[in-house]
């Protein structure tokens, strides 16, 4: 069935779905192309965060699962059958696995609205179809890929040959549990790499049956492997181990952090970090348009709860229009998303991912509110049984307080007034985080200075959250080393070696 006829389904069907596949769902590792469960029995369950019922019991992986399944992939590897088949074959494979993602959609998407709460509308609007067209985008790169001829004395020929790394380990985040997974593994593999996964705890189901769809279109077993389990045991054996070539990772800061300890405490392997983000929306009074920036602004933060890395959570607005900015987005931000069953088509706020998610937002609401910004709406949950939290508007914010300086990963927006481009430059850039930023004006001066000086790797003119699959993505400072989405990435999964030959003996 088309995606676009499986938005069509009603709330019933969606319920009637979601228990068919939870009934069906793979709760072991896929090793090897086959389902495996965990070498010491380890177990662990994942909750649906709507009603916060077990979903299901998973394997739980510990070092000699990851163990198998490094192995497994080095074996692949080595081999050379993905890795030295030639590049028109690897690009039908792929072709053929968006197929079947697509020919799969309601089971992918069901499994992970029950797994970290997104609305189902949602993965059918953005990460379904983002997923296909991550695959499409890598999958069509990959007899592109050139090495080159350079100029030397000539007697000596050189060239440069762009070669797969290895095996990749891949450790994802849950906020958009398919989606971030393969921002890694599409590059990984279009580039002839082999991969180990291990997607994050809170979401574990999805994953496994997206590795399965790719042996089902012709993959060779081993060149995409996953496990599950719990971060400081499974992600942390693989990101230390001496046959992991490279790691990719999408997650916190923190983290991140220990993703570089690891790599130096061990085989010194490529290290890719993704990481947390606080972005500015900066919003001039020249502005054209305030009806469009206040959307923006109010989509850029409540969008997936506000579990987004670049969510717009800082908005940064020029004192001439501050008041009329917060009216505006007082009276349409408020009502814009309705929270419910995430399986229900019309609802778009669903829960955060966990109770532990809903009460740390919650304290950041109470120390907002205790260092004397002014609540304009929100600040509770809505009479439901999940781990909920409403849209919620601080004004009177200033960047010292905790609000404006750490990650909230929830429906939490803040609004800074400030005074002349300086002003909101250096506000702008008081953070340590660099992911993504906003700028609103009709002057093509400042929003050309604005670009330059605002620190972060993605800057948006005139819009919020837009782009396609051509735009690196990836931040500055403490938001992470590397770029996902674009040609940068695919070729941050290749190594380049050079072939020196004297022609005369
Ligand atoms: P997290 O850092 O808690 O976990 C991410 C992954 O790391 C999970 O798979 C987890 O199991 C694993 N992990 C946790 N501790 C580990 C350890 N000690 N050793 C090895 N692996 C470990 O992050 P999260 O809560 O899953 O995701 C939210 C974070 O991800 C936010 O900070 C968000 O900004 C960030 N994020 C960034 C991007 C980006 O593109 N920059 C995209 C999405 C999410």
Redesign the pocket.
């Known amino acids: 069935m088309s995606i676009e006829k499986l938005a069509e389904h009603s709330l019933e069907q969606w319920q009637g779905i979601a228990q068919r596949e939870l009934n069906s769902a793979e709760t072991r590792f896929f090793i090897n192309g086959e389902y495996k469960d965990a070498i010491d029995g380890g177990r662990f369950d994942t909750i649906n965060p709507a009603n916060r019922e077990t979903l299901a019991s998973m394997s739980a992986a510990n070092q000699k699962d990851v163990d198998l399944a490094v192995a497994a992939a080095r074996k692949a590897f080595r081999s050379g059958c993905w890795s030295r088949m030639a590049p028109r074959e690897r690009m039908d494979i792929l072709y053929r696995y968006t197929r079947l993602i697509e020919e799969n959609a309601e089971q992918l998407a069901v499994l992970d609205t029950l797994d970290m709460g997104k609305p189902i509308s949602d993965m059918l609007e953005v990460d379904i179809p983002a997923v296909i067209e991550t695959i499409q985008f890598m999958a069509e790169y990959i007899d592109k890929i050139e090495g080159s001829v350079t100029n030397t004395e000539s007697d000596v020929m050189h060239y440069v040959l762009r070669e797969p790394i290895g095996v990749v380990g891949a450790?994802?985040?849950?906020?958009?549990p398919l989606l971030?997974a393969i921002w890694k593994v599409a590059p990984a593999l279009a580039a002839g790499n082999t991969v180990v996964l291990?997607?994050?705890?809170?979401a574990p189901l999805s994953c496994l049956r997206m590795a399965e769809l790719f042996v089902e279109a012709g993959g060779p077993p081993g060149v995409f492997n996953v496990i599950n389990g719990?971060?400081?045991v499974a992600?942390?054996a693989l990101?230390l181990h001496n046959d992991v070539d490279k790691v990719t990772?999408?997650?916190?800061?923190?983290?991140?952090k220990?993703?570089l300890q690891?790599a130096g405490q061990s085989n010194m392997k490529r290290v890719s970090l993704?990481?947390?983000?606080k972005s500015p929306q900066v919003f001039m009074a020249d502005m054209a348009n305030l009806e469009r920036a206040v959307e923006a602004a109010y989509h850029g933060i409540y969008a997936n709860m506000g579990e987004v890395?670049?969510a717009g959570s800082r908005l940064l607005v020029e004192r001439p229009i501050y008041d009329e900015f917060v009216e505006r987005f007082i009276s349409e931000g408020k009502g814009a998303y309705v929270a419910g069953d995430p399986l229900d088509p019309k609802i778009n706020l669903g829960p955060l991912v966990t109770d532990e998610a809903q009460q740390r937002v919650m304290s950041f609401i109470e120390s907002g509110k205790k260092e004397g910004a002014k609540l304009q709406f929100g600040g509770d949950a809505p009479e439901l049984n999940g781990a909920y939290v409403n849209p919620t508007l601080f004004t009177d914010v200033n960047n010292d307080m905790r609000i404006a300086r750490e990650?909230i990963?929830g429906p939490v927006a803040s609004v800074l007034p400030f005074d002349g481009i300086d002003e909101a430059i250096s506000i702008a850039n008081d953070t340590i985080y660099g992911?993504a930023a906003g700028v609103w004006t009709s002057n093509l001066t400042v929003a050309h200075r604005l670009v330059r000086e605002i620190e972060a790797g993605v800057i948006w003119v005139n819009s919020f959250d837009e782009g396609d699959m051509t735009q690196p993505?990836?931040?500055y400072k403490q938001?992470?080393n590397a770029r996902?989405k674009c040609v940068e990435s695919l070729l941050s999964y290749t190594q380049s070696k050079s072939a020196w030959i004297r022609l005369s003996e």
Request: negative net charge; glycine residues 20%; charged residues 20%.
């Open positions: 450790i994802s985040p849950w906020n958009y971030m291990k997607p994050a705890e809170q719990i971060g400081e992600g942390k990101a990772f999408t997650g916190s800061t923190e983290v991140g220990l993703m690891y993704e990481c947390g983000g890395c670049n990650e990963f992911l993505f990836g931040g938001s992470g996902d």
